[in-house]
């Protein structure tokens, strides 16, 4: 389990975070801060918020009402970087995204898909960009598949890529929704350990899961979702070992066989 404390400098934060769509209000006013360093894993019932909310905090879904934070600036889809506010776009050059689906070009080769947004949105040379994109491979398990297309890979090789990817842009939080739900399970195993040595590396990341094993061993604090609130926070101790909320003791109780 990860006690490490977290710094104290807040990179990204929600304030109040609110999302409808039509009359079904899925977020109600969340308020929640990554501090540097810090792993916060997300859980929670399906249906509970997690995706949404990890969505609206990359901007990738527009929150209905409240506001996203980075580095103490307000993020808007009409901003300029100016003063304290900053356009989505910066958001996203240093707030990665894992998906659940990969979501890989699939008419592009491993390199590629990595080497594409330093390229095309950092405007990164591209011999820099394939010396880090092979880097990143490497770390992930996968420099021999560099040539390969998506079609020839495994679910589990795809999500390193997918995770490859995200490192590539070099950015400060790295968010993760789902990245081994549509897995088989004998291929977790792999992605879980690349985003292990993340964490053990210093990666501030928010992690939506329901491995509690693996959350109760990364998370310097876990956030159960309900209702579209935050229903019971804190370390991974109090959280999915000795749960508080009558509600949290009835979704970790489904999870008692795993290995905490």
Known sequence: MTNKPAASATVIEAVGLRKSYGTHEVLKGIDLGLH??????LIGPSGSGKSTFIRCFNM???????????????????????????????LRRHVGMVFQHFNLFPHKTVLQNVTEGPIVVCKRPKREAEALAMDLLSQVGLADKHAAYPAHLSGGQKQRVAIARALAMEPEVLLLDEVTSALDPELVGEVLAVIRRLAENGMTMAIVTHEMAF???????????????????????????????????????RFRGQTL
């Open 36 to 41: 540097r360093g810090e792993v916060v894993a």
């Open 215 to 253: 959350a109760a061993e990364v998370a310097n604090r876990v956030i159960f979702l309900d209702g579209g609130m935050i229903a019971e926070t804190g370390t991974a101790e109090e959280v999915i070992l000795n749960p508080k909320n009558p509600r949290l003791q009835g979704f970790v109780t």
């Open 60 to 90: 990738m879904e527009t929150p209905t009402g409240g506001k996203i934070r980075f580095r103490e600036k307000s993020v808007g889809e009409s901003f300029r970087d100016k003063g304290d506010k900053i356009g989505i776009g910066t």
